[in-house]
């Protein structure tokens, strides 16, 4: 069996975060105590040994001050002002199966981005911390019922709905048990 020598979308985020790191100056132990992550799960994640939860980068970027999109943006190589469907990064959360597209993802010279997000019924995702703070969110509901809880309180969401928010604090995506949801997420 021939091996190949192409480089999985995992090994690249683990490049980038140890990149990030060592950016920083900070050792594993310095990022463990910032991001409230083991320093045997970052040595780990910088060794592409696991794939990253939603949770588990949420806390990262925290710890980095960047919203997880722009982290996936440094682990694209392309900045083209044409975004085909084909070439919208893809991931999807190991534990949970929260799928996220980076529809229009930020670039050097632009800041905003849109996300295409599906999370399964029955799926709770929490983040202790904004990525950011004070970055601002709308969320436009495409399908589905979701209830996001921002700093502290609860929005339940239907198709059509748009939440606009700044976030500052913790927050929590949440689906029903009998329905997902499939929204859209623009970050300014």
Not at 47 to 75: E, F, H, I
Request: proline share 6%; net charge neutral.
């Amino acid at each position: 069996m021939e091996k190949t020598s192409e480089v999985t979308f995992d090994q690249q985020i683990a490049a980038r975060l140890g990149a990030l790191r060592a950016e920083r100056g900070w050792s594993l132990d310095d990022l463990a105590l910032r991001s409230g992550i083991s320093r045997s799960t970052l040595s780990r994640l910088e060794n592409a040994d696991v794939s990253p939860t939603a949770q588990v980068l949420g806390k990262l970027c925290a710890a980095y001050g960047m919203p997880m999109s722009r982290l996936m943006r440094l682990v694209e190589d392309s900045s083209t002002p044409v975004v085909r469907a084909e070439a919208q990064l893809l991931w999807v959360d190991p534990g949970t199966g929260f799928r996220r597209r980076s529809v229009s993802p930020p670039t050097q010279s632009l800041a905003g981005e849109v996300l295409a997000c599906e999370i399964p019924a029955g799926t709770r995702i929490a983040y202790e911390l904004p990525p950011k703070p004070g970055l601002e969110h709308h969320l436009v509901m495409l399908r589905g019922a979701l209830t996001v809880t921002v700093d502290g309180q609860a929005h339940s969401l239907k198709t059509g709905d748009c939440l606009r928010y700044a976030l500052f604090g913790a927050s929590c995506f949440e689906t029903p048990p009998e329905a997902g949801a499939t929204y859209f997420l623009f970050l300014l």
